[in-house]
């Protein structure tokens, strides 16, 4: 189930904001199609552009790339993730988060899907 | 089993250099030596010998049994070719000789080989000169690409990409990227060839070239290949063949006569030299005229009175992309593996491994999905997503192969089918070695609709049983350096 | 037709179970793309292909005594080495895709992974790389990957080939390679010092360097770690079962040429390009990794690992375009090292050590002969200055049954007269005799 409330890329990431902040990590859906990640690079504080490279997922099989759902400056990252990678797999909506973003347009919020549009994308691709 | 580094023995020595016939002793300032001494192991030579012994007999090679692995042509290495390459008078020449004055004279042998062989790859790829430096098919790629790149600044073009379609071989986009291009992907049409329309859309002035096989990787020839090169150069763009495939073409068909530019062999597949392992190979580069004095150096050439020589003054060249010649015993190997076919004995090669791989794929139409019909080259690509919904995928089918002799197919490429497995016979199987697969694939796709639950314990007749790769990439143990 | 298995009948066979005919095989092939010819000679029999080579291989000499080094030497091999690699089933196979029926070259790779880590002072090593020229190339560019700078410097006693090559492959990235001019047989401290800046991602240098002296290169590891860069050392490994360990100086990565540790000289190749580093380095090091794991009964074995840094996942974002290695070469090195073991590899570093010292003995002891580099100490590799242009020289000890090493005048300005001597364990005491009197009658 996608869940409601977070917003949501074509490339799988959610974004969630509170107070101007985006916390950011990779859908159910995305986690599923990588298999058990076992290595994430992640990003160093500071500014980031809407759809550049934010972070790495590794697998022992494949490699992903997790893109800024919106433009801002990086703020704080995951640091749980270093020593426990497999939370991506397992709580990817919560303690598997990978960075938060500090918006520098809010606004541009409504340039992602929603929980329903994102579903129906997953279902269609 | 054991690691050498357990089996080792304090005080038990190997093979030992002997004394030396100098007395005078010679000791380095100790400021200058490691400060603890070496601690690699303590063995006998017997020790070592059965260490590597048991160890090779865990290991599957072409002299096993058919090694199916698609686009590897693992065919079967000549034992003479062995023989020769280690003979001293090819394997104990020092490669700076030609360098010094008076050297040259001596090791005609070797630059002959290096100039008949360049001689030959033009004549087998319809190309104007040959680099044979290059030290793998990769290498070759970037060597490629850097030639490319080469022309374009002296033509005072503006170029900033490379055009691979999607089911290229990962070395493409990556060889591109390193010799400083952006990489743009064109999509395959339901033929399984690169689309043409789209790429003719794509291609405009900033298109420095194209990378293909041909045969692809899907073992499809693309019919519209000629007009894929045609509109590469109404740009001044160059068209690259990764020569991967050329085992499906050889002896009848040349890259050169498509109207490719830059053309790559892999010496280790289309000329049967040993795969090791995983390496060594050999990656000649072929160009065409005009592309010739990029060429890297050092260049071996016939001087007016017959000998041979090596040229390094060439003003427009890429420069030394490796030290030396290239991996000269692999050229070598290639060498004698052509001259024992010549010309008639290649299209057999390309005949032979054609039958083959088209009898596999019309034997096993019936027991797995296919997902391009019709004709294919060398290789064909099977997607076992039918099985797959029993819950038996294209790893399991893989292992159950192994537990009945076979090697696998490579899996999982090319990436654009699902559930895919590429195999490739090659012309050194034969029929029987051919149906016994067959049969074995058979039975593999009867099991996984009677038992799919049975795939998950293959393979059990090897030394160890599926290995943890999550683990691997978790735990990290990369070395042992202190483990006895 | 040889190594060609289906009969005519076979195939006759194979067609009719297609309903195809041998014409239709090729009919996806347009007509005018085939070839009308191919001039090639006339196929040679097994017999006959020997004989041929057996000639071509006679027009080699390889009855000089070598004293020619520069990169790669004329060391003693094992028989056994041979015969260990000779065996098919490591030689025939390929790549380890399926580790299953592949844990003969995963353990020997791991192994070899080991061998290296303990005889350079790494942490991690890399299943081996083409050559030590492309070795550094990649060292340089995994380098930059870390620093994100592209800055580099290099100095002139890395072996000129190798820094020929770096600048070929940098030509058409946004790399700005500077060199140092070495001075007095050593890097260049105060040049490296003023390049030396934040933008700086690699520092190069060789040790033994290409004049065969010893530089003990911590004071520059210390000083590019102070600015954020890494220390790249490219080395000859058989001299660190002697020398102070690139890990003991401080190295970050650490490459070289492995040609001495079992691999014959054939031309120019194939070599063993080799490759270690830091731990915390291991996800930008290029070329496949080897790791220990367990299968589903818990038992150890191994498996390729970290993939995910590779060209067939990564594609265009790959640390390196690798996809190879020279797996076959690397079980020479592992057999070779196994073989000697620690006594055998200490001595024969030692030999090399000694008897290069006495050659340099015997052949300054010749009027107008000296040291280039005075007071410094070399491994088995020294600069000699003649009294005459050293080309004229190597070529009329060519006539006398000598390679006596290599003129420098090709790769460096200015030392038309010098001489760069190499000296393995397999020279014996009175070759190298030999060569001090033919010198002597030459000059």
Redesign the interface.
């Known amino acids: 189930m996608v869940p409601q409330g977070l917003y949501y890329t074509d490339q799988h990431e959610w974004i969630k904001i509170e107070d101007g902040v985006g916390t950011v990590g990779i859908t159910d859906h995305a986690q599923q199609q990588l298999g058990e990640v076992t290595f994430v690079e992640l990003p160093e504080n500071g500014p980031v552009d809407a759809n550049a490279e934010l972070a790495v997922l590794e697998s022992s099989k494949a490699a992903s790339d997790v893109y800024a759902p919106m433009a801002g400056e990086v703020i704080e990252v995951n640091e749980a993730l270093e020593s426990q990678p497999e939370l991506v797999n397992q709580q990817c909506y919560t303690d598997g988060w990978i960075c938060k973003i500090k918006l520098s347009d809010p606004d541009a919020v409504s340039n992602l899907m929603d929980a329903a549009a994102y579903e129906a994308f997953i279902t269609n691709e | ?1 054991k ?3 357990e089996k ?1 023995q304090k005080g ?6 002997g004394e ?3 007395k ?3 000791e ?2 100790s ?5 603890e ?7 006998s ?1 017997l020790d ?2 059965r ?3 048991n ?10 049994n058919f ?1 199916s ?1 698609g686009s ?1 042509t ?5 034992k ?1 070719t ?16 030609p ?5 040259g004279i ?5 630059l ?2 290096l100039y008949e062989m360049d001689l ?1 790859l033009r ?2 790829a ?1 190309m104007d000169a040959f680099t044979l430096q290059p ?5 070759g ?2 060597t490629g690409m ?1 030639i490319m ?2 022309y374009h600044k002296k033509q005072g073009n503006h170029k900033t990409h490379v055009l691979v379609p999607d089911s290229a ?3 493409n ?8 291009y952006d ?1 743009k992907v064109v999509p395959g049409n339901e033929d399984g060839v690169m689309d043409l329309d789209a790429f003719r859309e794509m291609v405009n002035e900033e298109t420095a070239g194209v990378m293909l096989t041909c045969p692809n990787t899907l073992g ?2 693309n ?1 519209h ?2 007009e894929i090169c045609d509109i590469i150069h109404s740009v001044d763009g160059l068209a690259y063949y990764d020569g991967a495939n050329l085992n499906a ?1 050889t ?4 890259p050169g ?2 109207g490719f530019d830059i053309v790559h062999f892999n010496l280790h597949k289309t000329f ?1 030299t ?8 050999s990656g000649p580069v072929g160009v065409v005229e005009k592309l010739t004095k990029f060429l ?1 150096i050092s260049v071996v050439v016939k001087r007016n009175d017959g000998t041979y020589a090596v040229e390094y003054d060439r003003e427009d060249s ?13 050229i070598l190997r290639a060498y ?1 593996y ?9 299209r ?5 491994a ?3 791989a ?2 596999i794929k ?2 096993l139409e019936e027991y797995y999905d296919f997902p391009y019909k ?2 294919c ?1 060398h290789e064909c690509v099977l997607s076992a997503s039918r099985q797959a919904k029993n819950g038996v995928h294209a790893i399991d089918i ?2 159950a192969l ?1 537990d009945r002799g076979f ?2 197919p ?1 899996i ?2 090319p990436t654009t089918v699902p559930e895919a497995m590429m195999i490739e016979p090659t ?5 029987e ?1 051919i149906d016994a697969f067959i049969d074995a694939m058979i039975d593999i796709a009867k099991q996984a609709e009677t038992n799919p639950e049975s795939f998950k314990a293959m ?1 059990k007749t ?20 202190g483990c006895e | 037709m040889p190594f060609i298995a289906n009969t005519k009948e076979q195939v006759e066979q194979m067609l009719a179970q297609m309903s195809m005919t041998r014409d239709e095989l090729f009919s996806d092939i347009p007509q005018e793309l085939c070839a009308k010819s191919m001039n090639l000679p006339p196929a040679r029999s097994e017999m006959q292909v020997r004989d041929y080579l057996s000639s071509l291989a006679g027009k080699n000499s390889t009855d000089l005594t070598c004293f020619l080094g520069g990169g790669v030497y004329d060391h003693f091999i094992p028989a056994a080495v041979n015969a260990i690699v000779s065996r098919s089933e490591f030689y025939t196979a390929y790549t380890p895709y399926q580790p299953e029926v592949s844990q003969g070259t995963l353990q020997a790779i791991y192994e070899y992974q080991s061998m290296m880590c303990r005889l350079t002072g790494m942490e991690v090593a890399n299943a081996s790389l083409y050559d030590g020229g492309t070795a550094l190339y990649e060292a340089m560019m995994m380098a930059l990957a870390i620093t994100r700078r592209n800055k580099v410097i290099i100095d002139s006693s890395v072996n000129p080939i190798y820094r020929y090559t770096l600048k070929s492959y940098s030509r058409n990235l946004k790399i700005e390679l500077n060199e140092t001019v070495s001075t007095d047989g050593l890097a260049n401290r105060s040049e490296v010092y003023d390049l030396l800046d934040n933008d700086t991602g690699a520092v190069i240098v060789q040790n033994p360097n290409f004049f065969g002296c010893i530089d003990d290169l911590s004071d520059l590891a210390e000083a590019a770690h102070e600015k954020g860069a890494l220390l790249i050392v490219s080395t000859y490994p058989l001299s660190l079962a002697l020398l102070k360990t690139p890990g003991e100086i401080g190295a970050d990565i650490v490459t070289g040429e492995g040609q001495c540790l079992g691999v014959p000289l054939s031309f120019g190749g194939p070599y063993l390009g080799f490759m270690a580093t830091k731990k915390k380095y291991v996800r930008k090091m290029p070329g496949r990794i080897v790791g220990r794991t367990t299968d589903s009964n818990g038992k150890d074995g191994f498996v390729m690992t970290l993939q995910a840094r590779e060209q067939h996942i990564r594609r265009a974002k790959a640390t390196s375009n690798i996809c190879s290695n020279e797996a076959l070469c690397a079980l020479s090195a592992l057999v070779y090292m196994s073989l000697l073991g620690n006594e055998g590899l200490t001595q024969t570093a030692s030999m090399c050590a000694q008897k290069a010292n006495y050659a340099l003995k015997r052949l300054t002891a010749i009027d107008g002969v000296e040291l280039h580099f005075k007071q410094k100490w070399f491994f088995n590799e020294f600069v000699l200055d003649l009294p005459r242009d050293a080309s004229d020289v190597v070529a009329a000890l060519v006539e006398k049954g000598f390679s006596a090493g290599f003129p420098l005048s090709r790769y460096y300005d200015g030392m038309e007269n010098s001489l760069l001597v190499a000296v393995t364990e397999k020279r014996t005491k009175q070759e190298i005799g030999m060569l001090a009197e033919a010198l002597e009658a030459v000059l």
Request: glycine share 12%; with cysteine; proline share 6%.
């Open positions: 089993m690691l050498i580094f080792s038990r020595t190997g093979i030992l250099p030396s016939d100098i005078e002793s010679f380095l300032d400021s200058l030596m490691r400060s001494p070496l601690d690699l192991c303590e063995l030579e070592v010998v260490h590597f012994t160890l090779s007999k865990k290991n599957f090679g072409v002299d096993d090694y692995l590897c693992m065919k079967y290495n000549p003479v062995e023989l020769i390459a280690s003979c001293g008078g090819f394997a104990n020449i020092h490669p700076l000789m360098q010094l004055r008076g050297g001596l090791t005609q042998g070797a002959g080989v030959m004549e087998i319809g030290l793998a098919g990769a290498h790629e970037l850097m790149a080469a071989h990962g070395t986009p990556a060889s591109a990227a390193i010799a400083g990489v499809i020839f019919p290949i000629k073409i002896g009848r068909a040349r006569d498509f049967a040993p795969h090791g392992g995983g390496g060594p190979g890297p890429i420069g030394y992309i490796a030290p030396f010649y290239g991996n000269f015993g692999i004698v052509i001259l024992m076919l010549g010309a008639k004995g290649l057999r090669v390309s005949e032979n054609v039958v083959n088209n009898y019309s034997r019709g004709l080259k893989a292992k192994i090697h696998p490579t999982y490429f012309e050194t199987e034969s029929k070695t393979p090897t030394p160890v049983s599926r290995l943890d790769e999550t683990k691997a990439a978790k735990v990290l143990d990369l070395a042992c350096t």
